[in-house]
């Protein structure tokens, strides 16, 4: 598997934004990339720290990101539900359960989330439990503007150690994510303390 993402890695590497935009549609479709666009985005941006190329990257990962995951999305709405009962049922009404809940929040909170955070599950079940698809895309589109903006931004200022950070996970780049995610909780809490 190490083997299928190297090569993966250095053909979108090659392929440039073309590369980063098919990648990002590989990836959010549910081919594993271990975080293959967070990556190619720092390390393309830091290669060529000017915050205009990044803004474009992270706009190209992020429309191939949400194209990926609205068909992840489609398939769950075409007939996931009896897919979901014969491979993982205990995963999927879990899941299932959170999004009747709460609806495109978890979805927001999952792809604005780095790896090992199973956002393909959360996808394919939004379209098992049918969340409205304006919902679900505003949320992807969001989420993941937060994700790859903060991985950008940081390759702009700290060049190419921002890839460093990336792959080991870094508390760097969690500290970009946290303020949105803290955002969300306030609002889910406050929201659920209202309901009758």
Do not use: N
């Not at 996808?123 to 969001?142: D, E, N, S």
């Not at 080991?168 to 780049?173: A, D, I, L, Y």
């Amino acid at each position: 598997m190490t083997e299928w993402i190297a090569w993966l890695s250095q053909y979108a590497l090659d392929g440039g934004v073309g590369g980063l935009f098919a990648l990002s549609v590989i990836d959010s479709v549910g081919v594993p990339t271990g975080g293959g666009p967070d990556i190619l985005i720092a390390l393309l941006v830091s290669l060529h720290p000017d915050s205009s190329y990044a803004i474009g990257l992270t706009l190209t990962a992020v429309v191939g990101s949400a194209l990926g995951c609205c068909l992840l999305y489609w398939f769950g709405l075409r007939g996931g539900g009896a897919a979901a009962r014969r491979f993982a049922p205990g995963a999927i009404v879990r899941a299932r359960g959170s999004l009747e809940r709460h609806g495109a929040w978890v979805i927001f909170l999952a792809v604005l989330a780095p790896p090992p955070i199973p956002t393909k599950l959360f996808v394919f079940c939004a379209g098992v439990a049918t969340v409205p698809v304006f919902r679900f895309v505003a949320a992807t589109l969001v989420g993941r503007a937060l994700r790859y903006g903060a991985g950008a931004l940081l390759a702009v200022h700290y060049g190419q150690q921002t890839l460093d950070m990336v792959r080991e996970g870094s508390m760097t780049v969690l500290l970009f994510l946290i303020p949105p995610g803290l955002l969300l909780l306030a609002f889910l809490v406050l929201r659920r303390r209202r309901q009758p």
